[in-house]
């Protein structure tokens, strides 16, 4: 029998620890998202893109946009800011033949982006972009299987040996259609699954990398639907991406522009631009939106990032609501367990329409904003998810701006509802009132209630309840007044659930805030 000499002893007592010590401190999913801390786009700079235009080289694509060319200093720069997490959104379309082939320059290039930041042991996110966008290649589908398979090879094969730092995302707001319009769930699913097989099958430390997993256009409701399924990841380390600028008529909508829809009913729409943020409707809009989130994944054991969160700064937007919005966001994100969320910046003021950190003269266009995230990152915020609390009913006081009364209930089941008038003139009998929300399969809802099933109380106002415990209400239930009819003022609106829910005390959360 032969026996280690001490020195050969001790070098294997030390490589045993290392390996233990390697295999203890792995991170899973959860820990990873919630170690990635607050996050920032390096927006418009590699994902630009111009359908039929030539590029030669890398930094044509880069400034196409009219963005400067990022430098290892910006890095270091954002940082200090109290951001741990870089997502670098790229577009391949420029420089990859039609089999998918990447320019061996513009993979250099993309190498050097990766390891500046994971080099300051920050997270980096890198990505299929506007590949994905209607019209482009990766949007047409199955036909591009092959394409997109090579396209995830060469990419995993290139950064196989890098650490938990690097992760990997699947796509970005990916337009998968059928023929009728409605979302092609799944193409979505064959396409997600092909990442996570190529990913994981192309050895070194890919199979023990973050994966993210693309939701339906990155869009909250359609990603929550339940025709969303999750590929097979046989490590289980994955989390889901989608992207938060709601109400969308705040965060995305021009101050020039307006676009209008007809429902089912023939009923005509017009969405306008709105110029501010922060009502209680608001709020509790954003905060039923992250408790669906939460119920829909982080409760079954699967993270969320938020891969995009923004509001357009070059418009006439209220500067109090952009960051009132932003603190929102990012507060109620860093509130929860499991996911975490990244800020949209094209940062040059003519390059973009996003535009928060300068990161050429390394400057905030709003120091509040910047003070906010540094506090956020530090902790040192006040959680919104101190004022949830669990009730069966939610109650709200405040019309929206358009005059109706909405409630966000997301997946909740709705029993009853009751909403309260004043008549200001004319005869209750001859208002009708129009209740609208969507079904769980995206189906438009919208129901009449009569004037004359008002009950008359002591005051002089006007209760309406009605039983919908049979309705399929989904996301929203709204209150609608007649067209041009200005003959009432809404009192409350109130929904009964089916059990309780966790809801948010707006007026306590503000008191604190402020």
Not at 94 to 99: A, L, P, S
Request: net charge negative; glycine share 6%.
């Amino acid at each position: 029998m032969k026996f280690l000499t001490p020195s050969l002893f001790f070098v294997c007592a030390i490589s045993v620890i290392i390996t233990f010590f390697s295999f203890q401190t792995k991170k899973n999913a959860f820990e990873i998202v919630n170690d990635m801390g607050i996050g920032w786009n390096l927006g418009n700079t590699f994902e630009c893109s111009s359908a039929g235009k030539t590029l030669k080289e890398p930094n044509e694509q880069i400034t196409l946009w009219g963005n400067i060319i990022p430098s290892k200093e910006n890095i270091i720069s954002i940082k200090k800011y109290g951001f741990k997490t870089i997502r670098v959104p790229i577009t391949w379309m420029h420089f990859i033949d039609e089999n998918g082939n990447v320019n061996s320059n513009w993979m250099s290039r993309i190498h050097e982006m990766v390891d500046w930041i994971t080099k300051e042991k920050m997270y980096c996110i890198i990505n299929v972009h506007h590949d994905c966008s209607n019209g482009n290649w990766l949007s047409e589908g199955v036909k591009y299987k092959d394409r997109y398979t090579n396209l995830w090879t060469q990419i995993a094969n290139e950064f196989k040996d890098y650490d938990e730092y690097l992760i990997f995302e699947s796509m970005n707001e990916i337009h998968f259609n059928k023929e009728d319009g409605s979302y092609d769930y799944v193409t979505l699913y064959i396409f997600n699954q092909i990442f996570i097989d190529t990913v994981r099958n192309s050895g070194g430390k890919n199979g023990e990398r973050l994966l993210l997993i693309a939701g339906a256009k990155n869009d909250i409701d359609l990603t929550y639907s339940s025709e969303y399924k999750l590929p097979i990841d046989p490590n289980n380390k994955y989390a889901v991406t989608m992207s938060y600028y709601l109400p969308e008529q705040f965060a995305l909508e021009e101050d020039d522009k307006y676009w209008t829809f007809e429902d089912d009913k023939g009923i005509i729409h017009e969405i306008i631009s709105m110029k501010s943020w922060g009502t209680e409707n608001q709020y509790k809009d954003m905060f039923s939106n992250f408790e669906t989130i939460k119920e829909t994944y982080m409760d079954n054991g699967i993270p969320v990032i938020i891969v995009e969160v923004g509001v357009l700064t070059e418009q006439q937007k209220e500067p109090e609501s952009i960051r009132r919005f932003l603190f929102a966001v990012f507060s109620m994100s860093a509130s929860y367990n499991g996911i975490m969320t990244c800020l949209w910046d094209t940062s040059k003021k003519g390059a973009g329409t996003m535009n928060y950190y300068d990161k050429e003269h390394d400057l905030w266009y709003d120091e509040i904003i910047r003070d906010n995230f540094k506090k956020i990152s530090e902790g040192k915020f006040v959680k919104p998810s101190k004022f949830f609390y669990q009730s069966n009913f939610e109650t709200i006081f405040t019309p929206n701006p358009d005059g109706n009364m909405n409630i966000k209930i997301g997946k909740k089941i709705a029993s009853k509802i009751m909403f309260s008038i004043i008549l200001i003139d004319g005869d209750i009998k001859n208002i009708s009132f129009g209740v609208e929300s969507n079904d769980k399969w995206g189906n438009y809802i919208r129901d009449e209630i009569s004037g004359s099933e008002g009950k008359k109380k002591f005051d002089g106002s006007y209760i309406f309840t009605e039983d919908v415990s049979k309705r399929s209400y989904y996301k929203y239930i709204e209150i609608k007044r007649p067209e041009g009819n200005n003959n009432f003022t809404f009192n409350y609106f109130r929904v009964e659930f089916a059990r309780n829910y966790t809801l948010f005390d707006y007026d306590s959360y503000i008191k604190s805030v402020n």
